[in-house]
C-alpha cells in the first residue's frame, strides 16, 4: 500500500517537472538548439539563399575560410576590439568608478549619469552620431583636433584603413565605458570604508589601497566585466555595420559583418555557416570559461 | 532547412486557397517595393484607378527599406509566401533569380494594347530578355551626369568640358580660383559612388563592347580581365584626385553631404543619379544643368552611351494570378501612370509618352528624360551587373585606390583573381 | 609604549561641531577609555589619534613626538575596529603581517612577529584560515593581532566588542584586561558602554556633546561625578533623581524638601546652594537601605536577580524627575534576596549622607557619602 503510493508520487512529479521544463526546452530547441544544428550541417555545403540545390562541400568551407585573408582580419579585428575593449573599457570604467567611489563628492550622481547615458542609447544611434562627429567634412572633431595643433587623418577617421578599427574601438569604448563603470562602482561600494582604514593604518594608502585592498575586493566583478566585454567584443555587429560596413575595403571586417557579407550581400550561405561555426566554437569556449569562473567565485 | 521550408509551403498553400474560395472571387495580389520618398503617394493613387477598373483584384503594397530589401527577397521568394510582383534591379539581381528559376516568364502576358510589350520600346523591354523570355516590367531608369551649377560657372567663365582632359582642367580651375573649393565632392563612405564613376571611365576607356567578356565571366581564363585598359580606367581616378576633383577624404563622406555641398552652393559640381534632380529641387536649388561623363582620349568606349540602370518588377515563379499580377504591372506602366510616377517620383519612367505634357516637371528633368531616350546604349552600373564577388572587389578596390593603398594594376590584378575564382565556382 | 597629548583639539563637519577644544593627556602604559551616549564625539577623537579624521584646530602627540600632520601609518599607532575589518581575501596570517609588510620588513621579522602575536592571542591553528572561516570572537582576535604586530605606540581600540554576544563580551574584556598588563602597551578604548568602562579602564574620559565631561578613575567618577550628566551616566541601573528645593541653608546643613511634607537635612560638603534655589538629588539605587529617612514606596515591579533584587516602585509623598523606573518611580537595589510582591507597600529607608545634590546648571554641589 505504501509502496504503491510512493510509486504514484514519483511518477506524477517526474510528470510535473516534465511539463515544467518542457516550454523552457521547446523554446530553447527552435531557438538554440535546432539553428546551431543546421549551421553546422550547412557549413558542409555550398549553397546560397537562392539555391534549391545544395552541393556537398565537406569540410571545404572552413578550408577556404582558414586560407581566406580577410577571415583572419576579421578574427583579428575582433581580437582588437575585445582585448582593445578589456583595456578601455574595464580599464578606464575601473578608474571613473573609483574616482567617482572617493574622489568626486559633489555632482557625482550626475556624472555617473552623464558617463552611463550613453549606455541606453541603440548601437545604431550611437554609430549615427559618431558619423557626424567623425565627419571629414562638417564633423566637430576635426575641427577640434586641428583646434589643439594636431592634423586629422587625411582620409578621414573611418576613411583611413591604418585608423578606422581604432576610431571604432573608441566609439564602443564611449558606449560602454559607463556600463562598466557603474558595474564596478557597485562592486566598490560594496567594499566597507572600514577596510580602506584598517589599511591606512597599516600603511597602504592610494595606489596601495587599490592594489591590496580594492581589486581583490573586486575580483570578481572584474572577471565578470572581462567576460561580457570578451562576448560583446566577439559578436559585436551594428555598431560596425552602421558606421563602417566593414570598410574602409575591409579594415574593420568583424566576424559577425563578414557573415552577414558572405550570406547575404555574396550569397555564399554555406561559407557564412562555416565562419558561423568558427564563432560557435569561440562562444561556447567563452561560456565554458564564464561557468568555471563564476563557480570558483 | 529545404524540408522545413517545403513542410510550411504546403500548409500556408493550404490556407491561403482556402482564403481565396472563402473571398468570393476576390484576386489579391501581394506587390513589393523598396521604401522611397513619393511612393506611398503613388501607389495609392495608382491602386485606387486600378482597383477602380478591376474590381475583383485587391492590390496588397508593402515596402522595405533598401538594406533589408536584398535579404527579404531572397527568402522570401524561397519561402511560402512570396509576393506575386515585387521591385529589382535589372542586371545581376535580376539574372540570378532567372537563373535559379525563381522569376516567371510573363512573354505571354502583357501583348494586348494597353499591356506593356505594346507600350513600351524594345529597348527597354530586353533589358529583362533572357533567351525567349521576358522575365519582367521595366519600370523606370535612373541615369548618372554631372550637374554643375549654371549661375558659378557663368559667373567665373567655365564651360561644359567636352573631354576629360577637359574635365581634370576644369577641376585645377576651380582650385586656382579658391583652393578651398572642393570641385566635386565624392561620397565614398557606402562604396557605390566610386562604382559609378569607373563605371563610365571603363566604358570610355575599355568599351562596352570589350569589356562583356569578361563583365560576364565568359572570357577565357587567360584572358579574363587582363585588358591594360582596366588599368587605365582605374588610373583616370587618380587623375581626377590628383587634379584636386575630390575633397581629402571621400571614403569617409556620406553621400548625402555631397548633394548637400552642391546643393548649398559650397561645391559648383557633381557626379549625380538622376535621382538627385528632385533632391536639389527639394532643398530649393534649381540653378543647375547636367552633362555625361566626357569621352577620354585614347579610349574605346562610344561616346553616346551613358550609365543607364534600369528597375523594374519581376513576377515569382510561385503566383497562382500571373494574368491579374501582369495587370497590375501593365497599369503602372500605362501613360498616365507613368506620368504621374515621373511628377511625384522625379524619376524617368520607362513610358515617356505623356511627359511632354506634364506642367509639373522641370527643365532638367524633361532633359534628363530625353537624354536617357537618347542613349544608343545602356551602361549597367558595375555593382548591379557584375557576380557578386567580382562586385564585391570592385567595390573594394575603389576605395583602396582612393586610399592610395593599391594601385590601378594591384587593384586589377586582385578583381582577376577574384573573377578567376567566381568563373571556376560557375 | 608612549603618551599620548590632545592639546586644544577641534573638529566640524560643516557647521556642527563633532569635537570642541579637547584638552586630555594620556601617560605611557595607561588604559583609557572614552565613553559617553551616541554621537558625543569620542569616536571621532579617537580618528583624530590614528589619522583618520583631519583636525580643525590644534595638536596631536604621540609619544611626545607631534603626529598632527602625518598620515595614519606614521603616527605609531594600531586601531582594532567594531566590525573588525579583516581584510576578506588574506588568510589571518596575511592579515596579521600585512602592515609590517607594507613597511617592508623581512619576511622572516614579519614570520616571527604574526606567531608571537597568535601566540598571545591563543590563534595558532587559525593562521592559514580565511576571515570568512572564523566566529566573531576569532576574527576579534585576529583584528587585535593585527594590531599588536606593528608593536605600536599606541593601541585604539572603537567598540570592539559591540558586535560580540554578552558571554563572548565578557570573556573578552577579560582578555583585553590580560592583554594590556602582557603588553604594557598605552591604549585608548572607545565604548557606549558603561560597564566596560568602570571594568576595564585606568582611567575614564567621559564625553558629552563635542565635550570631555570629566577624567578621573573609574570610581572616581562613579562616587565623585562633576555633573549630573557623568552621575546618571556611570552605573546601571542609573541614579535616581527627584527635584527638590533647598529651603534652609546653614553652614553646616542644607535642609531638603522633596515636598511640602518630605524634607530632610543633609550635613554638607560642597558649594553650598543658595536657600530656595531649586535642586535634584540623586540616589544611587543601592544607596536604599539603612538610614534617617524613611518613606513608603508602592511595588510595582521586582527583579530577583538571584544574589540581588530590583525593586521599582512608586514613592509616596514625592515623584523622582529621571530614573531607570517609569515616570516618576525610582529603582532600588538591594543586594540580597528579598521576599516582597508587586502591589505590596514597603517601608523604605536611606541615609542622608548617601545623596547628591545638583544644582539647577545640573552641577554638583554636594557629593554622596560613601564611606557612612
Known sequence: MTARSE?????????????????????????????????????????????????????????????????????????????????????????????LDRGITVGGTLMRTIIFAPMVISSVAVGLIWLIILDPNVGPMNVLVSAIGIAPPRLG??????????????????????????????????????LYQAAALDGATGLRAFRYITLPAIRNILIVAVLITTVGGFKVFDLIFVMTKGGPANATQVLGTYI????????????????????????????WLQLRTSRKA | MKCFVTVAAAATCFVASAAIANAEDVVEVKYWTLKNQGLDEFVAQAKSSFEEANPGIRIIHEDFPNEAYKTAIQVALNGSEP?????????????????????????????????????LTEGWISSLRHGDGIYGVPMEAVSKFFYYNVDWFAEHDLS??????????????????????????????????????????????VGFEAAQDDYDLSASADDLFTDPKFVTAWEKVLELQQAGCFQDAPNATAPELTRAMFSS????????????????????????????????????????????????????????????????????????????????MSRVPSNPELLGESDALSEQFKW??????????????????????????????????????????????????????????? | MGSVSIANVSKSYGSFEAIKNIVLQIEPGEFVVMVGPSGCGKSTLLRTIAGLETVNAGTISVGGEDVTHREPAERGVAMVFQNYALYPHMTVTGNMGFGLKMAKQAQAAINGAVSQAARILHIEDHLHKQPKALSGGQKQRVAIGRAITREPKVFLFDEPLSNLDAALRTKMRVELGRLHNQLGATMIYVTHDQTEAMTMADRIVIMNDGEVEQVGSPLDLYNRPVNRFVAGFLGSPKMNFIDALATDVDEKTVRVSLSDTFSFDVARNGTAPSPDDSITIGIRPEAFGEGDVGFELDVRIVENLGRETLVYGTPVGFASSESDAEQGDIVIHFPRQREVRTGERISVRFSANAIHIFDAGGITRHFANTCS
Not at chain 2, 523594374?312 to 494570378?321: F, L, P, W
Request: with cysteine; hydrophobic share 50%; net charge negative.
Open chain 2, 83 to 119: 509576393p506575386d510582383a515585387f521591385f529589382n534591379w535589372v542586371g545581376e539581381d535580376s539574372a540570378r533569380f532567372v537563373r535559379d528559376g525563381l522569376v516567371l516568364d510573363i512573354s505571354e502576358f502583357g501583348t494586348e494594347e494597353n499591356g506593356f510589350q505594346s507600350m
Open chain 1, 7 to 99: 510509486q504514484t508520487t514519483v511518477s506524477s512529479g517526474t510528470l510535473t517537472y516534465a511539463a515544467m521544463l518542457a516550454p523552457a526546452l521547446i523554446l530553447m530547441s527552435v531557438f538554440v538548439f535546432v539553428p546551431v544544428v543546421l549551421v553546422l550541417y550547412g557549413s558542409l555545403f555550398q549553397f546560397s539563399l537562392t539555391d534549391r540545390q545544395w552541393d556537398f562541400a565537406g569540410f571545404g568551407n572552413y578550408a577556404r575560410a582558414f586560407s581566406d585573408p580577410i577571415f583572419w582580419v576579421a578574427l583579428r579585428n575582433n581580437l582588437i576590439i575585445v582585448i582593445g575593449s578589456i583595456v578601455l573599457q574595464v580599464g578606464f570604467g575601473t578608474i571613473l568608478a573609483a574616482m
Open chain 2, 160 to 205: 561644359v568640358p567636352t573631354s576629360f582632359n577637359g574635365l581634370l582642367q576644369l577641376c585645377r580651375d576651380i582650385r586656382a580660383i579658391d583652393a578651398d573649393i572642393v570641385p566635386m565632392p565624392l561620397g565614398n563612405s557606402e562604396r557605390w559612388k566610386l562604382n559609378h564613376f569607373i563605371t563610365m571611365l571603363n566604358e570610355r576607356v
Open chain 2, 265 to 344: 552652393g559650397t561645391s559648383p559640381m557633381i557626379y549625380c543619379g538622376s535621382w538627385c534632380a528632385g533632391i536639389f529641387d527639394q532643398d530649393g536649388f534649381t540653378g543647375y544643368a547636367m552633362f555625361r561623363m566626357p569621352a577620354v582620349e585614347g579610349g574605346d568606349g562610344a561616346d553616346d552611351t551613358n550609365f543607364v540602370l534600369v528597375q523594374g518588377y519581376q513576377v515569382s515563379a510561385q503566383t497562382e494570378h500571373p494574368e491579374e499580377t501582369v495587370k497590375w504591372l501593365n497599369h503602372l506602366v500605362s501613360p498616365k501612370m507613368a506620368k504621374a510616377y515621373a511628377e511625384i
Open chain 1, 260 to 287: 552577414y557579407l558572405q550570406a547575404f550581400t555574396l550569397g555564399n550561405s554555406g561559407y557564412a555557416n562555416a565562419i558561423s561555426a568558427v564563432l560557435l566554437v569561440i562562444a561556447v569556449a567563452l561560456g
Open chain 2, 368 to 426: 534628363i528624360a530625353n537624354d536617357v531616350a537618347s542613349v544608343s546604349t545602356p551602361i549597367n552600373v558595375l555593382d548591379v551587373l557584375l557576380e557578386n564577388s567580382v562586385s564585391e572587389a570592385y567595390l573594394d578596390a575603389g576605395v583602396e585606390v582612393l586610399n592610395g593603398t593599391m594601385t590601378p594594376q594591384e587593384a586589377m590584378d586582385k578583381i582577376r583573381e577574384t573573377a578567376l575564382q567566381a568563373k571556376s565556382n560557375l
Open chain 1, 157 to 194: 577617421w573611418l576613411g583611413d584603413p591604418a585608423f578606422s578599427i581604432w576610431v571604432v574601438l573608441g566609439v564602443a569604448a564611449w558606449q560602454y565605458t559607463g556600463f562598466m563603470m557603474v558595474l564596478i562602482l557597485a562592486g566598490l561600494q560594496a567594499v566597507p570604508k572600514e
